[in-house]
């Protein structure tokens, strides 16, 4: 199969779907690679990186989706990527198709097939192909925490592990799934005092086992949250409700318990945030301040460490890549329900029953199509 990798053109997108590493083994399983030229260098990788492997430099996009059988991206297609895709073609990227009408017809015109990464599922209901960036935002968090609450970034200049004869920060995460464990287990590294609340008893029981002695659990509730919210100096926002808005665990009139020049990181922003008074914000001008607060809420955090997040990212793409170019995309869907699953469109008709039904249109079973 020839499989095409274009360079991201969504401001401020630095990653890139395949590292020379992928191209090599996608290359020895008999595959042909086509990388557009530049297109890992945001993330650390040349194009001799790529030619060193085997892979060809096409010189523009177009000589990328005009030849290949699958074509590897990192987020939706945008611009003039639309006319460029082909009848046919394989899309694997991020689609987060619920979130556009306009992308969601744009892939039904152009008859291709979209595999949407976040929506490859496994039989336990993890998202594999999202778990990776919720390890690097949640990772990322307590680091962004700490940095605005130094004095000169408008924070109350409190060190988060503080040093002997000083207590420590307290840092409280909302939600204790792959983004709350990974912020937590860093604040926690940092030396801060950490506590983490979830509405799930189980991941509770789970975290107090696992967790280092500076981090307690605490069920989520709005009690907890008052009692606790006076001492906190950095909040970190982890909750999700699959398919819903995030609760607003921390209302506006809630933030006024909070010490001036403390910080709050909503990760969960990308879902409408669980503190009232985030909205999103860019890694040009990631924050603002509101009572005294400073907020943190950049919607796509991994978006500033492009070579750890390529790497996090390509990890767990790359497997699925090399069987759906090994097998053809039919073959794959049919063998492997995790693939079955990223069908969003194909032949012009939505296979996604949620992205379906967010845009009112007709859903097709993938059974009805592949067969
Ligand atoms: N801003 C970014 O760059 C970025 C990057 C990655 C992920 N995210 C977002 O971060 C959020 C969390 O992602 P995740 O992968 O950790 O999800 P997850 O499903 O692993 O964890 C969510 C946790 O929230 C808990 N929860 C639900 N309701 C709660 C409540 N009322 N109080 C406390 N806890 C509650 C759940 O029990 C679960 O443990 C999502 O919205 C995700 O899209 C944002």
């Known amino acids: 199969m020839l499989i095409g990798v274009p360079k991201e053109i969504k401001s401020n997108e630095n990653r890139v779907a395949l590292l020379p590493v992928g191209a090599s083994t996608l290359i020895q399983n008999g595959h042909k690679v086509v990388v557009e030229t530049n297109a890992g260098a945001g993330s650390g990788f040349s194009d001799n990186d790529y030619k ?17 059988e699958m074509v590897m991206k990192v987020k939706e297609p945008i611009d003039h990527e639309y006319e460029m895709i082909r009848e046919g073609q394989i899309v694997f990227t991020y689609f987060h198709f619920a979130a556009s009408k306009e992308l969601t017809e744009g892939m039904m015109k152009n008859k291709c097939v979209a595999i949407a990464y976040e929506t490859v599922q496994k039989a336990d209901r993890s998202l594999p192909l999202l778990i990776p960036m919720s390890e690097v935002a949640g990772r990322m968090a307590p680091q962004e925490g700490a940095k605005y609450l130094e004095k000169v970034m408008g924070g109350r200049g409190i060190l988060l592990g503080g040093v002997p004869g000083t207590g420590p920060a307290e840092v409280m995460v909302l939600g204790g799934g792959i983004v709350g464990t990974n912020a937590a287990k860093i604040a926690a590294g940092f030396g801060a005092r950490v506590m983490i609340l ?8 789970y975290l107090d086992d696992v967790m280092p002695k500076n981090v307690n659990t605490l069920m989520s509730n709005e009690y907890y949250i008052r009692e606790n919210l006076h001492k906190a100096d950095l909040v970190i926002g982890s909750v999700l409700i699959p398919g819903a808005k995030a609760p607003k665990l921390i209302t506006k009139d809630m933030l006024k318990i909070m010490k001036e020049g403390s910080v709050v990181v909503d990760v969960s922003v990308d879902q409408g945030g669980c503190i009232e008074t985030c909205h999103p914000t860019t890694h040009e001008k990631p924050t603002y301040v509101v009572d005294g607060v400073v907020h943190y809420c950049v919607a796509n955090m991994p978006g500033a460490v492009p070579h750890t997040s390529t790497l ?13 170019a090994n097998k053809g995309f039919e073959k794959a869907i049919k063998t492997n329900p995790e693939i079955k699953l990223g069908l969003n469109v194909i032949d012009g008709k939505i296979t996604y029953k949620g992205v379906a039904e967010a845009f009112n249109f007709e859903y097709h079973s993938v059974d009805s199509i592949i067969n």
């Open 52 to 68: 060193s492997v085997g892979a060809e430099i096409a010189s523009t996009p177009q000589e990328i989706f005009a030849n290949s």
């Open 198 to 205: 979830d509405s799930n008893l189980y991941r509770l029981r």
């Open 312 to 324: 996090a990212l390509t990890n767990a793409t790359l497997p699925y890549a090399v069987e759906i």
